[in-house]
C-alpha cells in the first residue's frame, strides 16, 4: 500500500527536493503551497494550491479537500525569514514570521487530526536558530522566536499526540542553498531532504519530541 505524505511550501526550495526524494522512494505525494510551480506538479500526485497557511479559511479548505484521506506523515515546511536589527525593529515583520512559521504549523496539525492515525508521523521544519542555547550571535529576533515557539509547540504536539501513536520531531534542515538565503547556504537543497528524511525513518514515539540537527545531531533547546 502506498504511503501519502503532506508537504506544506512544497513549490520550491527544501519543500520541493522533499517532494522529489519522497516520489522517487514511492510514496503519494500532496504538495501544498500558495502558488504551485511546474517542477512540484511533475511529482505530486496531487498539488493543493492557493493556500496561505496563515489563513485560517484557507486551513479549513485545505482540510476540506483532503477528508478521508489518510496521512503517514505531515511535513510543515513553509517558512518565513527576515532580519530585524536592534534599536530598528519591524514589529509587523516579527508578527509575520510567528504566524508562518509557528501559529501555521500548529493550525495545519489542529486542522488535519482527522487523517493522522496510529504510526502517522509529523515533522515540523525547525531551524538551529531557535535554540536558545545555540544563540550566540543575537539579531534575527522574528526568526528566532518563531522558530523557538514551533519547537516548544512542538513538543508540547509529541506528548498530546502519543496517545494516539503519532509521533512529532522538528528538524533543522541544515544551511542550505535557497531563496531564503540568496542561495548562500552549505549544503544543497537535496541533501537536506535526505537527511530531513532519514532522521523521519528513525523517528519513533520513544524519540518523539525531540529537536535534531538533518546530519542527525541532536540540538539543546
Request: aromatic residues 6%; negative net charge; contains cysteine.
Amino acid at each position: 500500500m502506498t504511503s501519502t505524505v503532506l508537504i506544506t511550501g512544497a513549490n520550491r526550495g527544501i519543500g520541493l527536493a522533499l517532494a522529489r526524494h519522497y516520489h522517487a522512494a514511492g510514496w503519494a505525494v500532496i504538495g501544498v503551497c500558495r502558488n504551485t510551480s511546474s517542477e512540484l506538479t511533475e511529482v505530486a500526485e496531487r498539488v493543493i494550491e492557493g493556500i496561505d497557511v496563515t489563513r485560517a479559511e484557507d486551513v479549513v479548505r485545505l482540510a476540506d479537500a483532503l477528508a478521508g484521506r489518510h496521512l503517514e506523515l505531515l511535513i510543515n515546511n513553509a517558512g518565513l525569514l527576515r532580519n530585524e536589527s536592534l534599536g530598528e525593529l519591524d514589529f509587523d515583520s516579527i508578527r509575520s514570521q510567528m504566524e508562518v512559521n509557528a501559529y501555521a504549523p500548529l493550525r495545519v496539525v489542529e486542522a488535519l487530526l482527522d487523517n493522522l492515525g496510529e504510526g502517522s508521523k509529523i515533522a515540523n521544519i525547525s531551524s538551529r536558530m531557535g535554540s536558545i542555547a545555540d544563540n550566540d550571535s543575537g539579531g534575527r529576533y522574528g526568526y528566532r522566536a518563531s522558530k523557538a515557539a514551533l519547537n516548544a509547540f512542538g513538543k508540547s504536539l509529541a506528548v498530546d499526540l502519543a496517545p494516539r501513536g503519532i509521533a512529532v520531531a522538528q528538524l533543522h534542515p541544515g544551511f542550505v542553498q535557497t531563496r531564503m538565503v540568496n542561495f548562500g547556504g552549505l549544503i544543497s537543497p537535496e541533501e537536506a531532504a535526505a537527511g530531513i528524511a532519514e532522521r523521519i525513518e528513525a523517528l519513533t514515539l520513544a524519540t518523539s519530541g525531540g529537536f535534531w540537527h538533518s546530519n542527525g545531531e541532536p540540538l539543546p533547546w
